[in-house]
């Protein structure tokens, strides 16, 4: 079955610093892939989302693209603040007749000032 | 504010209890899915309605059941509750019945304690 795997957490970094969290996903045809965040007490927000091979989504200065052959969808972002400490859901989204959304396991990112 | 609404924020019941979670979808909005997040098994993807039937299930439990009612909100009932179903549910919605070009909208979340 379709399945989403992220590299473990926690992941501490100064500000300023270059982030990447590692996405990579098993499906059968042609997902659409997702970065969700959720900061402390709330719920999920759409980060970015690319729906075919060789998309790039973008939002707020965090980056991914949607890489077939290594079927990864990596997470990055330049110069990362204290505002970005959340955790960070890499998901996908089949080709059957449904929405249903299925995550990775979640990286909780650190930033410190 | 994403415009999904779900109630009560939190609740905490004792095992064998039954509850009810509430979800209102953003306006417009047809398609409802209900996840769980909880520390052993992440997040998961529970059931999805679309404008009253339902579409799509998942890792959901039979003492679980949903429904979507005719104003589109819905309803999770959760019964013979045991101290592992604790976690928090998550509803989202989205405007069409595959949502795959449509965005899912989260709530925030019912926290559910199990004591």
């Known amino acids: 079955g379709n399945s989403v795997t992220q590299m473990e957490g926690p992941v501490t970094l100064s500000e300023e610093a270059f982030l990447t969290i590692n996405c990579t996903y098993t499906?059968?045809?042609?997902?659409?892939l997702f970065w969700y965040v959720q900061y402390p007490g709330e719920g999920l927000q759409l980060l970015l989302k690319?729906?075919?091979?060789?998309d790039k989504g973008s939002n707020k200065g965090f980056e991914a693209t949607y890489r077939k052959e290594t079927t990864s969808f990596h997470l990055e972002k330049g110069s990362v603040q204290v505002s970005d400490s959340a955790v960070y859901f890499c998901?996908?989204?089949?080709?059957?007749?449904?929405?249903?959304?299925?995550f990775g396991q979640g990286t909780t990112l650190q930033v410190k000032p | 504010d994403s415009g999904v609404t779900q109630t009560p924020k939190h609740l905490i019941t004792a095992t064998g209890q039954r509850v009810t979670l509430r979800c209102s979808p953003r306006?417009?909005?047809?398609?409802v899915y209900w996840y769980q997040q909880s520390l052993d098994q992440g997040l998961q993807f529970l059931i999805q309605?679309?404008?009253?039937?339902?579409?799509a299930k998942g890792n959901i439990l039979e003492r679980f059941s949903a429904q979507q009612f005719p104003d589109l909100h819905s309803e999770l009932n959760l019964s013979s509750l045991e101290l592992g179903d604790s976690a928090l549910y998550f509803c989202?919605?989205?405007?069409?019945?595959?949502?795959?070009?449509?965005?899912?909208?989260f709530g925030p979340g019912t926290r559910l304690t199990v004591t």
């Open positions: 998901a996908l989204r089949g080709s059957s007749n449904t929405g249903k959304l299925i």
């Open positions: 306006s417009g909005d047809l398609s």
């Open positions: 499906a059968t045809g042609y997902p659409s």
């Open positions: 690319a729906t075919k091979a060789d």
């Open positions: 309605y679309y404008n009253g039937e339902e579409r």
């Open positions: 989202a919605s989205s405007p069409g019945i595959r949502g795959l070009t449509y965005e899912q909208y």
